[in-house]
C-alpha cells in the first residue's frame, strides 16, 4: 500500500508540474506520457532515497 500511494501522490504533484511548465514555456505543449515517465522516475528515487538514510537515531555526535 505505501508504494501505491507514493506513486498516486507523485504521480499527481509530477503531473501538476509538467502543466504548470509546459504553460509558462512558449510554444510547448503538455504531454502526460512524460509527466507519467517523470512520475515513475521520481517514485524510484523516492524510494532510493528512503533506503539508504538510515532509521535509527543517532548515538553521539
Known sequence: ???FWTFFWTF????MLTYV???MT????FDVK???IMAVCVT?????????IPNEPVKKH
Open 12 to 15: 499527481l504533484l509530477v503531473e
Open 26 to 29: 512558449p510554444g510547448a505543449a
Open 44 to 52: 524510484i528515487l523516492i524510494f532510493i532515497v528512503s533506503a539508504i
Open 1 to 3: 500500500m505505501r508504494f
Open 21 to 23: 511548465v509546459s504553460s
Open 34 to 36: 512524460l509527466g507519467a
